[in-house]
């Protein structure tokens, strides 16, 4: 609501990602705040085939999920579910992916959700998430570039801060999490020269103060109301 309060929020489209121009009202700078999940989401509840979760790209050169699974080799594929979906069965997903559009193009979420259930193991299906729930986030991730988003909405948004001005980020995942982690780190560090080093001679200065040390977890009652 303190944000609302200060600031003009636009919503825009730009460079194939829909999201906010940010302006402040005290002094005019204004940041431009991706919503990539505005743009693709990959839902495994839904059973269409080409639907707007899918398959739909806001321009002819931006990639859609059906691009990604449909045309990326194999390896490419498990390092996606790896390293974005942190997926430990991403070897035996990505090859059974490859196998399965051999055969038959995977022209919808709903095959691609029994595809991925059934490359993992039955033991490790169980308990409360979907199986396809990490790929899923993974394939989202890549089509989104949503790393890259946070990673440069980061660079940037200190600089646009007033003096003794604020900043809080919500992350939704681990991956996230991290990314905002390091980067607090390195604002709130002063020199970064070699120990050995008898005087500072890189000149580093720290940004800024972390005020919370560790994130911000929800309590039961806003667990509850959401």
Do not use: M
């Not at 974005?84 to 992916?97: D, H, K, L, N």
């Amino acid at each position: 609501d303190e944000l609302r309060d200060h600031c003009t929020w636009t919503w825009t489209y730009k460079n194939g990602v829909y999201g906010y121009d940010v302006t402040s009202k005290t002094n005019g700078n204004s940041i431009f705040l991706p919503a990539a999940g505005h743009c693709y989401g990959v839902s495994y509840n839904n059973v269409g085939s080409h639907g707007d979760y899918w398959s739909s790209s806001l321009d002819s050169d931006t990639k859609s999920a059906y691009d990604v699974v449909n045309g990326y080799g194999e390896d490419k594929l498990k390092k996606i579910l790896f390293e974005y979906g942190e997926e430990r069965f991403s070897p035996a997903i990505a090859q059974a992916i490859v196998r399965e559009r051999e055969r038959q193009e995977i022209n919808s979420t709903a095959r691609l959700a029994e595809i991925i259930k059934a490359a993992i193991p039955p033991h490790a299906r169980e308990g409360g998430h979907h199986p396809a729930k990490r790929s899923f986030q993974a394939i989202r991730i890549a089509v989104n570039s949503e790393l890259d988003s946070l990673s440069r909405v980061l660079d940037t948004a200190f600089d646009r801060l007033n003096e003794s001005g604020r900043f809080a980020i919500i992350t939704f995942h681990s991956l996230e999490d991290r990314i905002v982690k390091q980067c607090f780190k390195d604002l709130e560090t002063d020199c970064i020269c070699d120990k050995r080093l008898p005087v500072c001679v890189c000149g580093k200065k720290a940004k800024i103060t972390v005020l919370s040390k560790k994130p911000i977890l929800p309590d039961e009652k806003e667990l509850a109301l959401n």
